[in-house]
């Protein structure tokens, strides 16, 4: 049933084996024994899509019924677990890398026994669903039924390698963000801030971005926590105070009561708040 609803929501086999992470071979097998054990044919297969029969249609709906029941007893079976077992977690690639990494692996006394499953990734995890049991997000969440927690708050500064400093600023260039980052609030103000200078490079890699501002290419806009740090870097003129970000921590409420759900919860917010006067 997952297989034919990732293959009714995505419109053909290759989106639901990406969504599934498995070989488009195998969702067209378990699809095509679904077929079979129902006696029923769910979808046309066409040249670039499978579309649903009218058959396939009647049945999305118990389907997703029935998908809500599965992980609703997923994540009942989860909050009743113990402290052994993995925690999935999602959050921005940077952060995760750069700043959630370091500093549990400095306190992995506290989380013994929980294998961390650390995702780093830009889209926002569908918790309903047990993409990730808690995801870190620089917004408050606006989906409905969600239990979320403000961590703290992640500063964003003008920076660029040192030769910057001496070059008039009709001069300066800059480095942003691609699709699909480019409309964050940092992104905004920098644009602001370039007016008509240009834009040499994009990327939707903010590590790339953070290189390229490094070997001397252009202005970036980079969390503190990154480049205050970095010697390569200096701060630079421009912006009237730091563009500041929220940090949320974001659980489903079922989920919220395992015990090492809660224990990492605790420890990324604990990690946070001593960070506090870095990430500002």
């Not at 079979?36 to 118990?62: H, I, K, M, Q």
């Not at 997000?137 to 390698?161: D, H, I, T, V």
């Not at 740090?229 to 974001?250: N, T, Y």
Request: aromatic share 6%.
């Amino acid at each position: 049933m997952r297989f034919f609803l990732a293959v009714a929501r995505d419109g053909s086999l290759s989106g639901a084996a990406r969504t599934l992470k498995v070989e488009h071979s195998t969702v067209a097998r378990r699809v095509g024994a679904l077929e079979s054990s129902l006696g029923v044919r769910l979808f046309d297969r066409l040249p670039r899509s499978w579309a649903l029969t009218r058959e396939g249609e009647a049945l999305v709906e118990p389907a997703q019924q029935l998908e809500q029941q599965a992980l609703a007893f997923s994540r009942a079976a989860a909050s009743t677990s113990g402290l052994d077992g993995r925690v999935r977690i999602s959050a921005p690639p940077m952060f995760a890398s750069q700043f959630l990494v370091p500093r549990l692996a400095g306190r992995a006394a506290q989380w013994q026994g929980i294998e961390l499953d650390l995702v780093g990734e830009f889209r926002t995890a569908n918790l309903h669903r047990r993409e990730a049991d808690l995801s870190l997000r620089f917004m408050r969440p606006q989906e409905p039924g969600l239990a979320a927690r403000k961590l703290g708050s992640l500063g964003f500064r003008l920076y660029a390698a040192p030769e910057w400093q001496s070059r008039p600023q009709t001069e300066w260039q800059f480095l942003g963000y691609g699709e699909p980052l480019g409309d964050v609030p940092h992104q905004q103000v920098l644009a602001k801030v370039a007016d008509h200078r240009p834009f040499v490079l994009r990327s939707n890699d903010l590590a790339a971005v953070h290189r390229a501002c490094r070997a001397g290419l252009g202005l970036a806009m980079l969390p503190s926590f990154l480049a205050r740090p970095d010697g390569g870097l200096v701060e630079m003129p421009g912006l009237d105070a730091p563009v500041s970000r929220e940090i949320w921590c974001v659980v489903h409420p079922d989920v919220r009561r395992s015990p090492r759900v809660r224990r990492m919860a605790d420890l990324i917010g604990e990690l946070i708040e001593e960070a506090a006067g870095e990430l500002a």
